[in-house]
């Protein structure tokens, strides 16, 4: 049981990275990680889930929702920024629980980010081709059906526009972080103008009636059956409702998702020139950012149409519609498709870390953790993992798995924020750029919402999520706990005694 558990020491994991064939180059500031956190942050989010959740759930009150939401993320950023600035060190919580709760669960939490960003990248590039065929579509270019992929297709279709992204982004993180960074930062800088134009804009088309009731009254939630319902109805017989002050709550488990993927910075951390002083100011930077945007759209859109009226498919862009203004709605979904670009490259960009990491430390196999000679980058697992998401963004419709993406996020944030707790203990000595304020205070309430959140996804999305943690620990009973350096280095010292 000792071997399930051993951690691999912060000084170690440093060391690590200094290894030539293994080290990553050190290119990013904390603008560029900045950049990354916002670009990965806002995508459909911000364009989608703003009328949905301010129609069915918390009418023009989407914006405190937000802040509720926003709230839950900046929990987890704070131990995000802790261990990131501890141990800058590229795999995000998969390297920040192998310093502080052992090798098992160090490969389960880095199984689950593989899932998490993997199918995020699938599912964000498929819905990036929606939007690009759509504005196809304005101009009079129609794709064939057979290469709009299986949602569109009647018989066998394959999403071509999907499959090229992802090949065209697994090109630019293999020619290095720095060329990343740049594409990120020109594309970031386009989307949020269009957000800034939906501000400034959108300001000049306020009713203020639109605004009454700004909390309308709670109406019971349609009740789920069987494994549609969430889980925490099936435990214990609670109802969410829509609207009223608990609708608020309900509605922010929803919009929490728009701010998936500031986690992601922290796995670039290796790659950071700094990364004591400039992790924390990428994460927090980032996400508050990002919450102001969301709250200011929210207040806006729910503004210029009464959140009764509003749509749910492209919100914004009807607003403008409906204001009279059709212009603003090609603008809107111009930058839409634009923003999911950077989402997918970050994403992809994440994948790849945690991939190279889990192989320099042998839970996977070594072949993987070279980096190249030129570049400085890991290219082979980039190139093997960006195949396979293209194929399966191509071929395959994985909607309805996108909440495996959000139940995988929070299950990261549970994991850090106890390593936090455990490292504190038994790491008092560790020199820490940045630390968690109030602890063990944070780090419990990260916990805690971020767990009820994963009681409010359906049953069958924590059923899937269990398949493949159990399929994750089969692999490493059966290769990583041999092969990993932390047992070959107990071997060693067993044979020299």
Not at 148 to 167: C, E, M, N, Q, R
Not at 372 to 389: C, E, K, N, S
């Given at each position: 049981m000792s071997t399930l558990f051993r951690t691999k020491s912060v000084e170690q994991s440093i060391r690590d990275t200094e290894e030539p064939e293994h080290a990553l180059r050190k290119s990013l500031s904390a603008l560029d990680l900045t950049v990354f956190g916002v670009g990965v942050i806002i995508g459909t989010g911000i364009f989608v889930l703003t009328g949905k959740?301010?129609?069915?759930?918390?009418?023009?009150?989407?914006?405190?929702?937000?802040?509720?939401?926003?709230?839950?993320?900046?929990?987890?950023?704070?131990?995000?920024?802790?261990?990131?600035?501890?141990?800058?060190?590229?795999?995000?919580?998969?390297?920040?629980?192998?310093?502080?709760?052992?090798?098992?669960?160090?490969?389960?939490?880095?199984?689950?980010?593989?899932?998490?960003?993997?199918?995020?990248?699938?599912?964000?590039?498929?819905?990036?081709?929606?939007?690009?065929?759509?504005?196809?579509?304005?101009?009079?270019?129609?794709?064939?059906?057979?290469?709009?992929?299986?949602?569109?297709?009647?018989?066998?279709?394959?999403?071509?526009?999907?499959?090229?992204?992802?090949?065209?982004l697994t090109v630019i993180l293999v020619l290095g972080m720095k060329l990343s960074a740049r594409v990120t930062t020109v594309v970031v800088a386009v989307k949020i103008a269009v957000?800034?134009?939906?501000?400034?804009?959108?300001?000049?088309?306020?009713?203020?009636?639109?605004?009454?009731?700004?909390?309308?009254?709670?109406?019971?939630q349609p009740s789920g059956s069987g494994l549609d319902a969430p889980l925490v109805q099936l435990i214990f017989g609670y109802e969410p409702t829509n609207f009223g002050v608990m609708g608020i709550f309900t509605a922010a488990s929803i919009v929490f998702f728009a701010f998936i993927g500031f986690d992601v910075v922290a796995t670039a951390a290796e790659e950071t020139k700094l990364p004591q002083?400039?992790?924390?100011?990428?994460?927090?930077?980032?996400?508050?950012?990002?919450?102001?945007?969301?709250?200011?759209?929210?207040?806006?859109?729910?503004?210029?149409?009464?959140?009764?009226?509003?749509?749910?498919?492209?919100?914004?862009?009807?607003?403008?519609?409906?204001?009279?203004?059709?212009?603003?709605?090609?603008?809107?979904?111009?930058?839409?498709?634009?923003?999911?670009?950077t989402v997918c490259l970050i994403l992809l960009l994440g994948q790849t870390r945690v991939f190279f990491a889990m192989s320099r430390d042998g839970l996977l196999p070594r072949f993987f953790s070279k980096t190249h000679p030129r570049f400085g980058t890991p290219y082979r697992p980039t190139v093997l993992l960006g195949v396979i998401i293209a194929v399966v963004a191509g071929l395959t419709s994985i909607n309805e798995l996108a909440t495996l993406v959000n139940i995988g996020t929070l299950f990261a944030f549970v994991v850090v924020a106890l390593g936090v707790i455990v490292l504190r203990r038994t790491r008092p000595d560790l020199h820490r750029a940045f630390r968690t304020p109030w602890v063990p205070l944070i780090p419990v309430l990260s916990v805690a919402a971020s767990v009820?959140?994963?009681?409010?996804?359906?049953?069958?999305?924590?059923?899937?999520?269990?398949?493949?943690?159990?399929?994750?620990?089969?692999?490493?009973?059966?290769?990583?706990?041999?092969?990993?350096?932390?047992?070959?280095?107990?071997?060693?010292?067993?044979?020299?005694?």
């Amino acid at each position: 049981m000792s071997t399930l558990f051993r951690t691999k020491s912060v000084e170690q994991s440093i060391r690590d990275t200094e290894e030539p064939e293994h080290a990553l180059r050190k290119s990013l500031s904390a603008l560029d990680l900045t950049v990354f956190g916002v670009g990965v942050i806002i995508g459909t989010g911000i364009f989608v889930l703003t009328g949905k959740v301010a129609k069915e759930t918390a009418g023009p009150a989407t914006a405190l929702a937000f802040v509720a939401a926003g709230i839950v993320c900046a929990l987890a950023a704070l131990c995000y920024a802790e261990f990131a600035s501890t141990v800058p060190v590229a795999g995000s919580a998969y390297t920040f629980s192998y310093a502080s709760l052992g090798e098992l669960v160090a490969w389960i939490i880095g199984w689950d980010l593989v899932l998490e960003f993997a199918l995020g990248t699938a599912v964000v590039a498929v819905g990036w081709s929606g939007y690009v065929r759509s504005l196809m579509d304005n101009i009079g270019w129609t794709m064939p059906e057979a290469l709009s992929g299986p949602d569109v297709a009647d018989g066998f279709g394959f999403d071509i526009l999907a499959f090229v992204l992802v090949l065209v982004l697994t090109v630019i993180l293999v020619l290095g972080m720095k060329l990343s960074a740049r594409v990120t930062t020109v594309v970031v800088a386009v989307k949020i103008a269009v957000v800034l134009i939906v501000i400034i804009a959108g300001l000049f088309f306020i009713e203020a009636a639109n605004y009454k009731p700004f909390v309308p009254d709670a109406e019971p939630q349609p009740s789920g059956s069987g494994l549609d319902a969430p889980l925490v109805q099936l435990i214990f017989g609670y109802e969410p409702t829509n609207f009223g002050v608990m609708g608020i709550f309900t509605a922010a488990s929803i919009v929490f998702f728009a701010f998936i993927g500031f986690d992601v910075v922290a796995t670039a951390a290796e790659e950071t020139k700094l990364p004591q002083r400039d992790m924390p100011r990428g994460i927090l930077a980032s996400l508050l950012i990002c919450t102001l945007l969301y709250v200011a759209v929210s207040i806006v859109v729910t503004g210029m149409q009464h959140y009764s009226e509003l749509s749910v498919s492209a919100p914004l862009a009807d607003a403008f519609k409906a204001a009279g203004h059709p212009f603003y709605a090609g603008v809107i979904s111009f930058g839409a498709a634009v923003g999911l670009t950077t989402v997918c490259l970050i994403l992809l960009l994440g994948q790849t870390r945690v991939f190279f990491a889990m192989s320099r430390d042998g839970l996977l196999p070594r072949f993987f953790s070279k980096t190249h000679p030129r570049f400085g980058t890991p290219y082979r697992p980039t190139v093997l993992l960006g195949v396979i998401i293209a194929v399966v963004a191509g071929l395959t419709s994985i909607n309805e798995l996108a909440t495996l993406v959000n139940i995988g996020t929070l299950f990261a944030f549970v994991v850090v924020a106890l390593g936090v707790i455990v490292l504190r203990r038994t790491r008092p000595d560790l020199h820490r750029a940045f630390r968690t304020p109030w602890v063990p205070l944070i780090p419990v309430l990260s916990v805690a919402a971020s767990v009820w959140l994963m009681l409010n996804l359906p049953a069958e999305t924590w059923l899937r999520f269990g398949i493949w943690m159990v399929l994750g620990v089969v692999i490493y009973f059966v290769y990583g706990r041999r092969n990993s350096t932390m047992a070959k280095a107990a071997e060693a010292d067993r044979a020299e005694r």
